[in-house]
């Protein structure tokens, strides 16, 4: 079959897959009304992400089927329904799940009613699955990552079965659009562009359990956008593991910024985010398009790994420590304002203090707004996982330490530099410690709280950056 034939087949096989389960959501709904009856109240149900905003996307997704479905969404786990979305990338993410297993399982004892679902990265690996078969055998329903597309036919087989249902597949070439999405924030929403990765570096789990990359049609995305913000979003947040190589596998091949030049046309779209951009794929045409455009965020996240060299050859992250600093060094030059943020391991195998001071110079060089900072994590399957020079916990305890204190201590003077100025802020939500003040994020990414009604929720107004507090500012509302 010639590839315009395969892909008009495709699009067929997904229009006729959205079809079949929205008809599987009806059928959900009967057994839920039924429950409905039995209960004597709306059943409801909970979902708990973990990991990263990938997996935030699919939550909205599990969501809105859930609520078409005839749910109430709760954010509590004595719902009738718990479904924990997990994530891998590090084993403390495993950990979490597993201790709070624990809790559902005396919730489900108090409540005949309740059911359990497990899905999310997690649910890819074997190990985990023989081990929730064995120990943990309260839970209803197990799915993974390729088939989150089929959730309300899995829901219909969970009513349906007398034991746990597990359905994990390998990987999918399955793109499924038009499902119902249950957004967490009206005025915002990620929009997946690309799935899976292909770039297997040697710690990570995440090509493992998210399969090989594939991209969004344009069209698709764009006609996504287009009705989300005629339903009021203002701001989107373009989702994939290495945004920089979308497009390379549709058969009209197409770039990142190409899209992202669609996308700015859109008109009553005022934000565009995207995440992650690995440094290997950043091109010159990007960095144009962010510069020429009034849209796109002054944020770019740029994973560094690690600073040493040595050790980014290692990680099979196929830049060096100069190659990334002279990147760094032209965005800035070409796009002044830009906040840069990173995400930084200590502790990957054969790492020595040297290479922990490599990577402490190139922060203190590139100046980030904030960096994440994780300790390496064994990844059972992964390259890295088999290398035999395993850093000991006190040497990464040690490196750790020092790589924070600098993190901490260049972000908070990069971010004082707004101090006294006044941007504009979109309001996402009352703060969470004091319901008096409103939190606000700055297009570079910076969280400003200040005094203000509730009602400017989802707007973007202009906010003074009176006193910077590390991270985020304390703010005035410009009258
Ligand atoms: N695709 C994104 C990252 C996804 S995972 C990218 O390439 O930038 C998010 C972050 O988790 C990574 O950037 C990395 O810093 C961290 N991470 C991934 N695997 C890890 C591991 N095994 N141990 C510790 N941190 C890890
Ligand atoms: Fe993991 Fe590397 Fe892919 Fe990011 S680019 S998801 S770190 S393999
Ligand atoms: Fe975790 Fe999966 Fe995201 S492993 S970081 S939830 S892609």
Sequence with gaps: MNEL???????????????????YIQKAGEYVRKLE???GHKPTCCVTTFGCQMN?????????????????????????FVIYNTCTVRDNANQRVYGRLGHLNSLKKKNPHKKIALCGCMMQEPSVIEKIRQSYRFVDLIFGTHNIYKFAELLVNMFEADGMVIDIWQDTDQIVEDLPVERKYPFKSGINIMFGCNNFCSYCIVPYVRGRE?????????????????????????????????????????????????????????????????????????????????????HLH???????????????????KEQYLALAEKIRREIPDISITTDIIVGFPGEEPADVDETIDVIQKVQYDNAFTFIYSKRTGTPAAAMENQVPEEVVKEGFDRVLKVVQDTARERVSRLQGQTMEALVEEVNEQ?????????????????????KLIGQIVPVYLKECHGFYYLGEAVK
């Design 434 to 454: 004091d319901a008096s003040l409103l939190t606000g994020r700055l297009s570079n990414n910076t969280i400003v709280h200040f005094k203000g009604d509730k």
């Design 214 to 298: 594939r991209s969004r049609s344009p069209r698709d995305i764009i006609r996504e956008i287009e009705s989300l913000v005629a339903d009021g979003v203002v701001e989107v947040m373009l989702l994939g593991q290495n945004v920089n190589s979308y497009g390379k596998n549709l058969e009209e091949p197409m770039t990142f910024a190409q899209l992202l030049r669609e996308i700015e046309k859109i008109q009553g779209l005022k934000r565009i985010r995207f995440m992650t951009s690995h440094p290997k794929d950043l091109s010159d045409e990007l960095i144009q398009v962010m510069k020429e455009s009034t849209k796109i965020c002054r």
């Design 5 to 23: 034939k395969q892909s008009i087949t495709d699009k067929l096989n997904s229009h006729e897959e959205t079809q079949r389960q929205l008809a």
């Design 302 to 320: 740029l994973p560094l790994q690690s600073g040493s060299s040595r050790i980014l050859n290692a990680m099979n992250r196929r830049y060096t």
């Design 37 to 39: 009856q039995e209960l």
């Design 56 to 80: 935030a996307r699919d939550s909205e997704k599990l969501s809105g089927i859930l609520e078409r479905a005839g749910y109430e969404l709760i954010e509590d786990e004595d719902a009738d």
